[in-house]
């Protein structure tokens, strides 16, 4: 759909409060600066920055976001009502929200009598008053205050009344916004529609517009989002990746793909929607934590194609296979190769790049030995250095820069101390012979840095390639503590000119098998050095 829906729908952003949230995830003051620049690139609306009476971090946060230069986002500061007994602007969280100066406030208060009974042990009255009266409050020292309805779509089953009387509350403290929140992540898109409509239509006098904010424990927060906007709602509430406690907020990049591309909806703003990738793998990058393959849209291997009859399908009319356009979200095709590929995979993939294209007898042998190494336990899709050394290899081209004489790793384990690990490398790189010793945490590291040190001479290039990832799979567990493990290692190489804190430009993996996880790790060590070699173009020592 290329038309674009009058009604205009607001990205919410709270990645860097609810987010942080997730078990795993943290954020330090300069990476949650960094998401908000890069947040306010994406065209997201609003960027809820914390909770300002928390902690000392998110307190700074705004004292500090207030210098950015932010050209499209407005920032919110978030807090809760105030406390039970107090007035508003003696309670220590309404001076906090007022301190941190931000455009936006936002306001969670319950919305669930249980909760109201139960938890805060106030009276129910006393609840509409902390509301009331906080909203009121935060609506003298922001331009806008939202209200985030905690709990809304339990509440509502429960009690109807007494959740639209708290809403009512909000609004007769000057509520922008009212989000309707599914804390528990429980609702099904059926009850999420039909709820939205019937506080539409209770509400029908209020014209500052329903939110959504959506948890993902029944594995539906994207959907109940968009049945939310679909009934009426104007304001998406998320984090980027879906990011959250328990299993997470609804995933923002699904969301406003989905809004735009097949709703089409106006959100985020522009072009913007070309960062949507960039701005996932960022994200990832600073909260440490590991891509996931699959994320709809932006995953590496959301436009990844294996089957050989997909790819041969997807060369011809990319839409067969493809529901959008992956450029449109800032990602890219992949052709997969595996022991299920076709000999079309190869071309797709490696044609252009080595001449290959029309060479079906050579497509044909390098997917045969492809087929042959994954029955062993290789996996080349996940290692695609290792399978350009192999494509290498079968034309013949692959150069040897040094050859091995041997490797021997010690490890030194007393009682009560930690292990010492020395690796010792010997060489024939040319016509010398390079003899290495290093110490390491671990015979991998001691072994990278052995060989490292015989090779800096002869190729000090290899000093901008750097481990990035190294992950170890079982091939064959029923072997137990004998069994086959692949080990693949993701690397980062930087240009000889770069500086040490300059960007990598390239990511590469390799892989390698074995019964011995050292040797697997040499191989995939060894691998990477070869390949970064060959692809700057550097000849053999003489």
Known sequence: MNELRLRRIEIYDTTLRDGTQGEGVALSLVDKLQIAQHLDALGVDYIEGGYPLSNPKDEAFFAEARKLRLQHARLCAFGMTRRRGSSADADPGMQ????????????????????VDEVLRVSRQENLDMIRQSVAFCRQHARDVFYDAEHFFDGYRANPDYALQTLRAAIEGGASRLILCDTNGGSLPSWV???????????SDYRGGLGIHTHND??????????????GCIQVQGTINGIGERCGNVDLTTVVANLRLKMGYD????????????????????????LVPNQPFVGSAAFAHKGGMHVHAVQRVAHSYEHVEPHRVGNTRRFLISELSGASNIAATLGDKFRISDNKALQRQILERVQDLENQGYQFEAATASLELLVHEALGTRPKFWHLDHYRCTILKRDGCPPVTEATVKLRIGGSSVHQVAEGDGPVNALDAALRKCLAQAYPQLAQVHLRDYRVRVVNPTAESAAKVRVVAEFAARKPSDGPDASPVKYFSTLGVNENIVDASWQAITDAFDYHLVESGTPPAA
């Open 96 to 115: 906090a929200l007022a301190a941190a100066q931000a455009p936006v406030i936002t306001i969670v208060g319950k919305t669930w009598d249980l909760h």
């Open 193 to 203: 529609s039909r709820v939205v409509s019937e506080v539409g239509q209770a509400l």
């Open 218 to 231: 029944s594995g539906l927060a994207v959907a109940n989002s968009l049945a939310a906007v679909e009934a």
């Open 267 to 290: 959100c985020l703003r522009g072009d913007s929607l070309a960062r949507l990738t960039e701005t996932s793998r960022f994200v990832y990058d600073l909260a440490n934590m590991n």
